[in-house]
């Protein structure tokens, strides 16, 4: 991740398709949490919750593609000279950002795209048989995920 034209936490040549390969593991612990618990209410809502993971994650997937091509390079301190150079990509790809940003918040599962969650209902998704720390840590991953994917939103579309 690039934090300015000097600071770097690794330059890495691959480094979009790095990070939508780690975030993309976010499903199997998402499957196994709802199956792990042995119940099968908790079992249907990691599949539900999976299956919208997965859809989202192919349009994400497809912006990466289009945003490599116009900087052409996957490495995200090349991506940001190209929009120093070019201008930002949010304003000549407004759509894909657009498409994007209702990706992430699907992604996060943020209201509207809150399903996953069934908050209203008897069964509360994946995680419904867990408490405590365990529960914690599924909150704090959501929620490093949402820093994770804005600081990639500020990255592709808006110049780092």
């Not at 770097?8 to 990070?19: C, M, P, S, T, W």
Request: with cysteine.
């Amino acid at each position: 991740m690039p934090f300015s034209y000097n600071e770097v936490i690794a330059d890495l040549n691959y480094g979009l398709l790095y990070i939508y390969a780690l975030s993309s593991l976010a499903v199997y612990g998402i499957i196994l949490a709802g199956w792990v618990s042995q119940s099968k209410y908790p079992f249907l809502g990691a599949i539900r919750s999976a299956a919208q993971m997965i859809s989202y994650e192919v349009s994400i997937g497809l912006i990466f593609v289009i945003i490599a091509l116009c900087a052409h390079s996957l490495n995200l301190m090349d991506i940001v000279y190209a929009q120093e150079i070019n201008g930002w990509f949010f304003v000549t790809l407004f759509p894909m950002a657009g498409v994007f940003f209702i990706s992430i918040i699907a992604e996060t599962n943020r209201a509207p795209f809150d399903l996953p969650e069934a908050e209203a209902e008897i069964v509360a998704g994946y995680n419904l048989e867990y408490s405590s720390i365990i529960f914690a840590f599924f909150f704090l991953g959501e929620y490093g995920n949402i820093l994770l994917m804005s600081a990639l939103f500020s990255i592709l579309f808006l110049g780092g």
